[in-house]
């Protein structure tokens, strides 16, 4: 996946992150690998019809201004903002787990120059 930007603060990282194929599979791995847990709804929303609720597969492209979060059990909670081109995420945890997540970005991303 291409990071277009990154940034930190004192309490936070965010990422820009350019929309493609394969966004939730980098987005499950990125949570996985770096914050030790991801959730089943980041590759999956879930809808109800007929009284019945079922999961449907998410398309990124077709995620527009709609603001998603996962909490971790390892007291992390990443927010997800999704715009037409690219997808701002921020994650709030110690100083010590972002330095993980970071390795783990290099590893799993492509960076814009």
Sequence with gaps: MKVLGIGNSEE???LIVKKEEGFFEWLN??????????????????DTKDGETFNVKKVVKNEIDIHEYYDTESEVRV?????KDAVFL?????????????KV?????EFEE
């Design 12 to 14: 936070f990282n965010y």
């Design 29 to 46: 791995d990125f949570l996985c690998k770096g914050f030790g847990g991801a959730s089943p709804s980041v590759k999956y929303y879930e």
């Design 79 to 83: 927010d997800l903002f999704y715009g």
């Design 90 to 102: 921020t994650f709030f945890c110690s100083a010590e787990k972002r330095k993980v997540a970071m």
């Design 105 to 109: 970005l290099e590893k799993i991303s």
